[in-house]
């Protein structure tokens, strides 16, 4: 696993590239590149070339083939749940940003099955591209920065594909604290409350560090898509593959403000569908709810 201070160093140099410059358009190519300057030296160069974050490093990608490359996820050795829960417990307390967003990728490949392409740019099935060409260190960059979302699925793969090289992780006592401070905010919500309302108490009780809004809504989203925050109207991923279409028609159902564009299914959450525990045990352990008394 990245230490700690190499993990901040990388940030910091891929910050300069990818926000203090905003690149290029390349109309040979029909995309934007990022020109290295003077700021990144030598050594930041060659510190992201040994992590495999060297910019402007496209791929274009194919649905059948990133298709073929997603399920092998489902049998790897590597990155299990297991793996992916303690990443993703790391990043809650704020001590390895990058671990927020493996556990999401996971869910999306548990159910996923072997299909054809259906639909015009996107697979109506799982979302996927028809063909799209990325830029895999910017996308990178983002999950380095404690970003997570449960959109374009085609990043799950660039996510998988790297944490498959990395070293395990050890949960402690302060991952499990702070897992189980989130928990007992959440069982603190009113039967009515919605999910940008509990997003705002989170904020105001400072429960995750490291999070702006839209980091703490991926976590959020994160639990919804392993079906801990449930729903009325759409299971999770955990629980079956739903696709585009599924997520389509149960968006129509559900009412929301207009202050509200959250996706599903953290979009759908409500206060009275509460923790499901069971789940949260099956994937995180008891261990990680075991400072809460009562529940």
């Known amino acids: 696993m990245i230490e700690i201070e190499i993990e901040k160093k990388i940030q910091a140099i891929l910050r300069k590239i990818y926000i203090e410059d905003e690149g290029i358009f390349n109309s040979n190519r029909e995309r934007i590149e990022r020109i290295i300057k003077p700021t990144c030296s030598r050594s930041d160069f060659d510190l992201l070339e040994s992590r495999g974050l060297t910019p402007n490093r496209f791929e274009t990608f194919e649905h059948d083939n990133a298709l073929e490359r997603l399920l092998t996820f489902q049998y790897d050795r590597k990155v299990t749940l297991e793996y992916v829960a303690s990443l993703f417990l790391k990043g809650l307390t704020g001590e390895l940003l990058r671990g927020r967003q493996p556990l999401m990728s996971f869910t999306y490949i548990k159910n996923l099955k072997l299909h054809t392409f259906t639909g015009d740019t996107h697979c109506t099935v799982c979302g996927l591209p028809k063909k799209e060409s990325i830029d895999k260190t910017y996308q990178l960059y983002t999950y380095y920065r404690g970003q997570s979302t449960n959109q374009d699925p085609i990043n799950f793969l660039i996510d998988l594909e790297e944490i498959r090289n ?89 009412r929301t403000s207009h202050r509200s564009n959250i996706p599903l299914p953290y979009g759908a959450w409500r206060g009275t569908n509460g923790i499901n525990f069971n789940r949260y045990h099956e994937i995180f352990g008891k261990q990680a709810s075991s400072f809460i008394t009562e529940f």
Do not use: M
Request: charged share 35%.
């Open 166 to 254: 990395f070293d395990n992780v050890q949960r402690n006592e302060a991952d499990n604290q702070k897992a189980a401070e989130l928990l007992e905010l959440i069982l603190a919500s009113e039967h009515s409350e919605v999910p940008w309302e509990l997003e705002k108490r989170i904020a105001k009780n400072s429960i995750i560090p490291d999070a702006d809004r839209d980091k703490r809504y991926g976590i959020l989203q994160t639990l919804a898509e392993c079906g801990i925050l449930e729903n009325d109207f759409i299971r999770s991923k955990y629980d079956e593959f739903t696709t585009q279409i599924d997520i389509s028609d149960a968006l129509k159902l559900v």
